[in-house]
């Protein structure tokens, strides 16, 4: 056994690292001179499509990545054998293995058992991904490519609030986290024969890790081509890039605060709690601060510190759930239970992962009842000149620090926003990108505490103490 320990330590060096921890990015090159690009910057993981025909260059790049203490991880897909392409990879010292797609039940279970306690990652529909389960990352293949949607006519597209529509991952990725604190990988691809610009790649990444969550990185082809032959634009963009990257892994613990807020909206993941476009993208775009409980997650503490909460489907909940709300209520906390209409059935089709022409019009009718509900109620933070934003509101454990997060989905920064918390708070920085904590002017007003912020380019957050 010792001998086999040894083994397995000579073999994945970069396993020391949790994979939890680990900040991906898919690599399409094994050029070992292309690991130079990950120098300063947060990287440890590298998603790279297994190729039995180029063994040898595979072998060779990830022991070098591994020397780097990156772990290179080899993607297999559905189709042939799957358990001995998984041998072979990590006989190839690959770190670990990522099965991205639907694979038959009982697959990943198989290459466990085959690859000697190497990490097994898998990115599955998101309607087959294992929500409250044991293992240290979850993720799915599926998610929209986030930014503010453009017409034809060249305008914003209206939300049903009324407020631009923006594409966003952020009310399916905090579906997701509510069931437990598995790290959570969004492996989406960007889309095809579109110019992405480097502010488009960084939104992704703010747009998960606004919510605890991380993008997988997943640059468009030319750009991959520009960068590993050290084209000079390129490589200041991808210095601009992995900028935001490090920004959210340098405040990594900000993903086990609390959310804040007073509302909290229970949904099943059956019932539409794992489409994008939905109820918490709806209250999203509106920067009301929400919370997500999964019926299975509900108590009295999920339900802490909230005045308000929505359940989606009452025919949902047993009747232990039932009494939670109840309980809820009795204390002075407010309930609105959906009408049958209001029941988002998850679409048939497990690769769509949008609302239909019918759920739009349902959720068209939630936003006029939720809207009857909060009406302009500050919620816990009420933001102003933020039309092409969203935004996330944590709390410290303790209630003494609030965290205001903001992510800006159009390509040019934001000026002279303005931002109404509740409560009385002393002091407030804005925390930046570059770096740098800026001290802020905290004002009194009706709704407790306000500051103002000159700009906010692609992301930022306040911080009130």
């Known amino acids: 056994m010792s001998r086999a320990v040894a083994f ?36 440890n993981c590298l998603l790279i499509e297994w190729q039995p025909a180029n063994v040898p260059a595979l072998s060779g790049f990830a022991q070098r990545a591994a020397a780097q203490g990156i772990a290179p991880l080899a993607v297999l897909r559905p189709g042939g054998d799957t358990v001995a392409s998984a ?11 990522v099965l991205e797609g639907d694979f038959p039940e009982g697959t990943a279970s198989g290459v466990r058992g085959a690859v000697a306690g190497a990490p097994v990652i898998e990115l599955t529909a998101r309607n087959q991904m294992k929500l409250g389960g044991s293992d ?27 407020a631009a529509w923006i594409d966003t991952n952020t009310g399916f990725l905090r579906a ?59 490589v200041r963009d991808w210095k601009r890039i992995t900028e935001i990257l490090q920004y ?36 999203a775009v509106k920067h009301t601060p929400v919370q997500a409980v999964p019926p ?19 025919d949902a909940l047993d009747a232990e759930q039932k009494a939670v709300l109840t309980q809820f209520t009795r204390a002075g906390g407010t ?9 988002d059935a998850a679409p048939t089709d497990k ?49 003494k620090e609030v965290y205001v997060q903001l992510v800006n989905y159009s390509e040019y920064p934001v000026e002279n926003v303005t931002v109404h918390v509740l409560g009385e708070w002393h002091h407030a920085k804005l925390i930046t990108p570059d770096g740098k904590e800026k001290d802020l002017e905290v004002y009194k007003n009706d709704e407790g505490t306000g500051v103002d912020i000159d700009a906010v380019g692609v992301t930022a957050t306040v911080r009130l103490e």
């Open 8 to 43: 397995l330590c000579l073999a994945f060096p970069a396993l020391a690292a949790n994979p939890a921890d680990w900040v991906p990015v898919r690599w399409s090159s094994t050029d070992t001179k292309t690991l130079s690009l990950l120098d300063k910057t947060p990287i």
């Open 87 to 97: 041998r072979a990879a990590t006989g190839a010292k690959m770190a670990g293995i």
């Open 136 to 162: 240290p990352v979850i993720g799915t293949y599926q998610g929209v490519w986030a930014g503010v949607q453009i017409t034809d006519n060249g305008k914003a597209k209206a939300a049903p609030s009324g």
């Open 176 to 234: 997701v986290r509510a069931w437990g604190n598995n790290a959570v990988w969004l492996g989406n691809l960007p889309p095809e024969h579109t110019i992405v610009t480097p502010e488009r790649y960084m939104q992704m990444i703010g747009d998960a890790g606004m919510v605890g969550a991380r993008w997988v990185v997943a640059l468009d082809k030319d750009f991959s081509d520009r960068l590993f032959r050290q084209d000079a634009p390129a």
């Open 248 to 283: 959210f892994e340098t405040h990594r613990g900000w993903r086990n605060l609390q959310p804040g807020g007073q509302l909290a909206i229970v949904q099943p993941a059956s019932d539409g709690g794992l489409l994008s476009g939905g109820i918490l993208d709806m209250i």
């Open 296 to 314: 299975q997650r509900l108590s009295q503490d999920a339900l802490r510190g909230k005045t308000m909460a929505v359940n989606v489907d009452k």
């Open 335 to 343: 309930v609105l239970t959906g009408p049958p209409q209001w029941k």
């Open 351 to 399: 690769n769509r992962i949008t609302l239909d022409d019918a759920q739009l019009k349902r959720i068209d009718d939630m936003w006029h009842d939720m809207q009857a509900m909060i009406g302009r109620k500050n919620l816990g933070v009420r933001l102003f000149n933020v039309s092409s934003m969203l935004s996330n509101m944590l709390v410290s454990q303790d209630g």
